[in-house]
């Protein structure tokens, strides 16, 4: 071991973000000798409700040796192809927002310049038709990709549903097996040092006294160590992302099993809706300040597909960031770093990249403020992009039923988010930056879905005869439903493969 090397971890904190923090770190810093301890009390309950994930989760599994059939299985999982949205930009609108594009590019133009041209041309076809992923979900079919693609097979990716409290049980067994030590408990103190502010200790409410290198704050919203030890400051975005309250509930499991999220806007917020096996996740996301938390707590009762299972439970938030995520020796990952609201299924993937950042720039006891600053620098881009992604989602639309809507339309965008609004105004195309979590796919069907059409088509599309183009595009639309038919249900696919263990016992009796 060099003389300078991170002879010991402390994680404060369990849940997702926690135990996500743990398995990487016995994954990558099993050989190196290095002390690994998460706290937590079980007194202290967990935010719990990110159920939704984007296709990088399957990276993270990948890369932690984690097989997906028992993953799937032992949180009750199921499948997401993407987000469908429905009322949003104005009321009756529905689009899909896929892990996938629409479709191959056509002598290298994006296929939205070619479905474009026959729109002016009078072709009513949806563009969300050329979208395999769209597709499949629209019918409720699911199988994965096979490992090598195969001619005429169109691309496409996809993520999980799962529940987290499952997840994190699983990922600390993981994490346990591998050599990470668990200690039960609530923190009294916070020991410093007074020459430089860097943590020396945290005190349990026992006595113990725990000792690290390294400190990573998994400790929510409270943010005890990076926010209120060291006083980071929050920037908050509320004035861009006005819903500051969720009102959450788990309901019996519906009849359509859809492999995607729903997100239906409302007059204050939107309402997710997320089918596991043995039920289906909830949650009313709004602002208060336009309407009162019985209210909403009411709406979510009323547009449920299945029984109450539990009472509703109300989060407060405030949708930004800390200042820093690092400083000294102590590094936020979660819910103690900064907060998204939900409408993306952000939360696991920040946490994700948070730590494949701390992996790649992993400190030795210098804690060399150059690679301080540039973890900070990343994480500070990462999360403005996502914001910006986020906000268009709500600038966008139309609707005018609801002081939010009007709010929200009528409010100056970051010069980051107008100029991608702009140049997709103006050429079709998609103004990427550095650290984008989102790519032009994604980006080119939020822009369409809610209405945002460029002024012109890439005027390279003319190369193509008209008569070819509509047989071209028409296949394409042919195939995606003929081959999404040969798919199973999603239903009949977990059913086959992952259902999940006490479930499948059930069934066999």
């Given amino acids: 071991m060099q003389s300078n090397q991170i002879r010991s971890v402390v994680i404060l904190g369990g849940g997702t973000a926690g135990w996500m923090s743990a398995a990487v770190l016995a994954r990558f810093l099993g050989k190196l000798d290095i002390d690994i301890r998460l706290v937590e009390s079980e007194q202290i309950g967990t935010v719990g409700v990110g159920e939704g994930t984007v296709p990088i989760i399957r990276e993270f599994n990948g890369v932690l040796g984690i097989d997906e059939r028992e993953f799937i299985r032992r949180t009750q999982g199921s499948f997401k192809l ?20 629409f479709g191959e590019y056509i002598e290298g133009i994006s296929p939205h ?10 072709n009513t076809t949806p563009i969300d038709d050329y979208c395999f ?9 699911f199988a994965p990709p096979p490992r090598e693609m195969q001619p005429g097979l169109p691309s496409y990716s996809y993520a999980y549903h799962f529940d987290a409290a499952l997840y994190a049980q699983f990922l600390r067994e993981y994490a346990e097996q591998r050599g990470v ?33 390294l400190f990573i704050d998994c400790s929510g919203f409270r943010s005890l160590l990076l926010g209120r030890s060291m006083k980071t400051d929050f920037i908050d975005w509320s004035h861009w992302l006005p819903c500051d309250r969720a009102v959450t509930a788990p309901c019996a499991k519906a009849e359509e099993f859809s492999p995607y999220t729903t997100a239906t806007a409302l007059e204050a917020g939107w309402q997710w809706r997320i089918p596991l096996q043995h039920r289906t996740g909830n949650g009313h996301v709004y602002c208060s300040r336009f309407i009162s938390d019985e209210d909403a707590e009411q709406a979510l009762r009323d547009n449920l597909d299945g029984e109450l299972l539990a009472e509703p439970n109300l989060l407060r938030f405030s949708t930004g960031h800390r200042e820093v995520f690092w400083k000294n020796n102590c590094i936020a990952i979660g819910l103690s770093a900064g ?12 946490i994700q990249t948070g730590l494949a950042r701390l992996i790649e720039m992993f400190p030795d006891r210098n804690f060399d403020p150059i690679i301080t600053a540039e973890y900070n620098r990343v994480g500070r881009l990462e999360f403005e992009r996502i914001r910006d992604f986020l906000i268009l989602h709500y600038c966008a639309g139309q609707r005018d039923d ?15 988010l107008q100029h991608k609004i702009d140049v997709f105004k103006s050429s079709g195309r998609v103004a990427l930056g550095a650290e984008e979590s989102y790519r032009e796919p994604s980006w080119r069907a939020m822009f369409l879905g809610l209405g945002i059409y460029p002024q012109r088509y890439d005027p390279m599309v003319d190369k193509i005869p008209q008569e070819a183009l509509r047989k071209k595009m ?8 003929r081959i999404a038919e040969t798919l199973p249900s999603h239903q009949d696919f977990i059913n086959r493969h992952l259902l999940a263990t006490h479930q499948k016992i059930a ?3």
């Fill in 82 to 101: 993407g987000i469908a949205f429905r009322d949003w930009g104005h009321k009756g609108n529905r689009f899909f927002h896929p892990f996938g594009d």
């Fill in 339 to 350: 907060f998204m609201e939900p409408l993306e299924s952000t939360s696991i993937q920040l």
């Fill in 113 to 122: 310049h070619h479905w474009m041209k026959l729109r002016k041309l009078g």
């Fill in 133 to 141: 992923s769209q597709v499949a979900a629209k019918k409720g079919r």
């Fill in 402 to 416: 609801g002081e939010l809507w009007h709010y929200c339309r009528n409010m100056p965008l970051p010069d980051s």
């Fill in 181 to 213: 030590k668990r200690s039960e408990g609530k923190v009294a103190d916070i020991e410093q040092r007074g020459e430089d502010g860097f943590i020396r200790a945290l005190k349990l409410e026992d006595g113990t006294r725990l000792e690290a290198d």
């Fill in 474 to 481: 028409a296949k394409r639309v042919e195939n995606n439903y």
């Fill in 507 to 509: 069934t066999e009796k």
